[in-house]
């Protein structure tokens, strides 16, 4: 009933707009999908959030872009059979992306968190449709988005639509720190756990090997995660329990060497959530050995070492890595951003 009330509220706030009928906005709410939606001439306040209004005689064409957590949660609960519906997405799966940790080490494998989107729609007896493909531009004014396959040959098209969901997700927020795109790992989709994971191992491999003294294995094993929030934290841990757990076994001559470093720019990790989940996980990563430094920013990133500004000081430091994940938070992709700019709305990134 509380989610029903913010949709009641937010649907009400997009019928003063005239300019949003007709559009579907998603959120991605604790893992599920909240949907509002306005008819800006007619809003039916008492309506599911998982229906659409009634179509005339013909087909009115529903254009869902994303195949993330709101996008499925959305087709999942969609029951009206009187709309043709066009999935579009470059990901043909839907991922549990609270599990990515865990395929960065192993724990759980990468096919265990996806499920191919056509196995979903296929479920519904309604009209569904997928293609691969990535929406670059929405046109709000003509009810147009602009798509570009996927595969190699990297074709356009052009997809008219009478209602459109935004479910497209976010990108990384890397707040335009220098060499974080270059020299980073991020932990937001399948490919970049399955990339992680072979760069530890990689790391371990090239560390082994006899020409390197210990201080460049010292470099190598270091280990620093960007980004005190849930994914930052829980990767650290994981990444700490697989080298003491089984790396170590298989590689025991480098085993003294390995160092994790977490980077938070705030005065604590996980601050969004209770003061004592915080305490708990800084006293264990103290326990742990792992490297916790709280109020610590991260100013440049170059192939070889990380620089970090302390807040309180200003004092620069530098901290050379073998491999560095970045997980700092995340921003509105930029086709978001201007489709937003094109129906008066602005938007935040977090």
């Known amino acids: 009933m509380r989610n029903l009330s913010f949709y009641k509220r937010f649907s009400n706030t997009f019928g003063e707009y005239p300019s949003l009928s007709r559009f579907l906005v998603v959120f991605a709410v604790s893992g599920g999908g909240l949907v509002a939606y306005s008819e800006a001439n007619n809003i039916q306040t008492g309506s599911k959030i998982d229906e659409l209004p009634e179509a005339g005689s013909e087909k009115k064409r529903v254009v869902v872009l994303g195949t993330g957590w709101a996008g499925t949660s959305f087709l999942k609960n969609l029951k009206n059979p009187s709309y043709d519906i066009q999935v579009i997405s470059p990901r043909n799966y839907f991922a549990f992306t609270p599990l990515l940790p865990s395929v960065t080490v192993g724990t759980v494998e990468a096919r265990s968190v996806v499920e191919p989107i056509r196995n979903i729609v296929k479920k519904?007896?309604?009209?569904?449709?997928?293609?691969?493909?990535?929406?670059?531009?929405?046109?709000?004014?003509?009810?147009?988005?602009y798509c570009r396959s996927s595969q190699e040959d990297k074709e356009e098209f052009v997809v008219d639509y009478d209602y459109l969901v935004v479910a497209m997700g976010?990108?990384?927020?890397?707040?335009?720190?220098?060499?974080?795109?270059?020299?980073?790992?991020?932990?937001?989709?399948?490919?970049?756990?399955?990339?992680?994971?072979?760069?530890?191992?990689?790391?371990?491999?090239?560390?082994?090997?006899?020409?390197?003294?210990?201080?460049?294995?010292?470099?190598?094993?270091?280990?620093?995660?960007?980004?005190?929030?849930?994914t930052g934290v829980e990767f650290a841990a994981e990444?700490?329990?697989?080298?003491?757990?089984?790396?170590?076994?298989?590689?025991?001559?480098?085993?003294d060497l390995v160092k994790i470093t977490l980077l938070e720019a705030t005065d604590h990790i996980l601050n969004m959530f209770d003061k004592r989940i915080t305490t708990f996980a800084e006293e264990k990563f103290h326990r742990d050995g792992i490297d916790l430094r709280t109020g610590s920013m991260v100013v440049k990133v170059s192939d070889k070492e990380i620089s970090t500004k302390v807040i309180k000081t200003g004092e620069i430091s530098t901290i050379p890595y073998g491999m560095a994940v970045w997980s700092t938070g995340i921003a509105t992709r930029p086709v978001v951003m201007d489709f937003m700019k094109q129906i008066g709305q602005t938007c935040i990134s977090h």
């Open 124 to 145: 519904k007896n309604l009209n569904v449709n997928y293609w691969e493909a990535e929406c670059y531009r929405i046109d709000a004014k003509n009810k147009k988005v």
């Open 170 to 230: 976010a990108r990384v927020n890397t707040f335009n720190t220098p060499g974080v795109e270059e020299n980073c790992h991020y932990l937001k989709e399948v490919e970049d756990a399955q990339k992680i994971r072979r760069t530890v191992i990689d790391c371990f491999e090239k560390a082994s090997l006899p020409t390197l003294s210990d201080d460049e294995r010292k470099k190598i094993l270091q280990f620093v995660v960007v980004g005190g929030g849930p």
């Open 239 to 255: 990444l700490h329990d697989f080298v003491s757990e089984d790396l170590v076994k298989l590689y025991p001559s480098v085993k």
